[in-house]
């Protein structure tokens, strides 16, 4: 069987297998599918969000992982306030899409960036994201799991040794 997350705009189903013992279609075994549920050809909301609530006359928060097991861990195991802050997912490692959803599409002032990236995703990556936003002047974190054999934030609290590194 599988688990799936509903993305932003209901439009698209990012499903994590879970079952190695079922046979699939061949078009579906693998470890995530990404199903265009409407035939939706715009996949700039495809990412999933855990519901929240903000107010934007204060700082907002927004936490942006690569897989949905991440961000329910950060959201979960790691982040202590939940307040006015955002926890989602981009089903990928285009985090820059997602960021520039929020600050190009919805406009979204006094934003503080997040990103968890796995530790296969190379710091120049990361902070050409921060150069995008450098013009914004938006406050901007890498966040790392440096649990040994951990790639990045979908494990137990157990296995989760954050360090943070503020670039912006």
């Given at each position: 069987?599988?688990?799936?997350?509903?993305?932003?705009?209901?439009?698209?189903?990012?499903?994590?297998?879970?079952?190695d013992k079922l046979e699939f279609h061949k078009s579906?075994?693998?470890?995530?599918?990404?199903?265009?549920?409407?035939?939706?050809?715009?996949?700039?909301?495809?990412?999933?969000?855990?519901?929240?609530?903000?107010?934007?006359?204060?700082?907002?928060?927004?936490?942006?992982?690569?897989?949905?097991?991440?961000?329910?861990?950060?959201?979960?195991?790691?982040?202590?306030?939940?307040?006015?802050?955002?926890?989602?997912?981009?089903?990928?490692?285009?985090?820059?899409?997602?960021?520039?959803?929020?600050?190009?599409?919805?406009?979204?002032?006094?934003?503080?960036?997040?990103?968890?990236?796995?530790?296969?995703?190379?710091?120049?990556?990361?902070?050409?994201?921060?150069?995008?936003?450098?013009?914004?002047g938006y406050q901007f974190y890498i966040h790392r799991?440096?649990?040994?054999?951990?790639?990045?934030?979908?494990?137990?609290?157990?296995?989760?040794?954050?360090?943070?590194?503020?670039?912006?």
């Open positions: 069987g599988f688990v799936g997350f509903l993305s932003y705009d209901n439009a698209f189903l990012n499903m994590r297998k879970i079952s579906i075994d693998k470890r995530y599918v990404n199903y265009n549920i409407t035939g939706k050809y715009d996949n700039t909301c495809r990412f999933y969000s855990i519901p929240t609530s903000i107010n934007l006359m204060h700082p907002v928060h927004l936490h942006v992982t690569e897989g949905p097991f991440d961000i329910l861990s950060v959201y979960l195991n790691v982040a202590k306030d939940h307040s006015n802050q955002v926890f989602a997912s981009v089903g990928g490692s285009g985090y820059k899409g997602l960021i520039r959803f929020f600050v190009r599409i919805l406009k979204t002032p006094n934003l503080i960036i997040h990103v968890y990236p796995d530790n296969d995703q190379s710091r120049e990556t990361i902070i050409d994201i921060s150069d995008y936003l450098y013009p914004f799991n440096i649990f040994p054999g951990e790639k990045d934030f979908g494990v137990p609290k157990e296995k989760i040794q954050e360090v943070i590194e503020r670039i912006r």
